[in-house]
C-alpha cells in the first residue's frame, strides 16, 4: 500500500524553526522523487520545494536560504528544515510525490498545519 505521513507541524513564533518529516512506503522511496507543497488559507496550493531520487533540490524563491528538503531513503522519510519562518509560512504542508518511474500517479500526505505568529 502506498502511503504518506507527515509529522512536525505545530505553532512558532516569527523567526523559529520547525522540522517537518514525511514518512513513506518502500515503494515511494525507492521509485519516487517527491515534494512539498502548502496551501494558506483562501490560497491555491503552492509547490515549495522538490526534491529527486538522488537528493536534488529546488524552491520556491519565497523560502530560498531558509527552508531545506532532505530524504533518507533507507529510513524512507523526507525532511523539511524551516528556519526563519515568517508569518506568510503559516499553511497546510503537504507532502506529496513528485514522480514516479513507470507510475502515472501523485501521491499525497494527509497534510500537518504550521502557525507562524507574530
Known amino acids: 500500500q502506498v502511503q504518506l505521513a507527515e509529522s512536525g507541524g505545530g505553532s512558532v513564533q516569527e523567526g523559529g524553526s520547525l522540522k517537518l518529516s514525511c514518512a513513506g512506503s518502500?515503494?515511494?522511496?525507492?521509485?519516487?522523487?517527491m515534494a512539498w507543497y502548502r496551501q494558506a488559507p483562501g490560497k491555491e496550493r503552492e509547490l515549495v520545494s522538490n526534491i529527486s531520487l538522488d537528493g536534488t533540490t529546488q524552491y520556491v524563491d519565497s523560502v530560498k536560504g531558509r527552508f531545506t528538503s532532505s530524504r533518507d531513503n533507507a529510513k524512507t522519510t523526507m525532511y523539511l528544515q524551516m528556519n526563519s519562518l515568517k508569518t506568510e509560512d503559516t499553511a497546510v504542508y503537504y507532502c506529496?510525490?513528485?514522480?514516479?518511474?513507470?507510475?502515472?500517479?501523485?501521491?499525497w500526505g494527509q497534510g500537518t498545519q504550521v502557525t507562524v505568529s507574530s
Open positions: 506529496a510525490t513528485d514522480y514516479c518511474a513507470n507510475d502515472p500517479n501523485q501521491y
Open positions: 518502500p515503494y515511494i522511496f525507492t521509485t519516487c522523487g
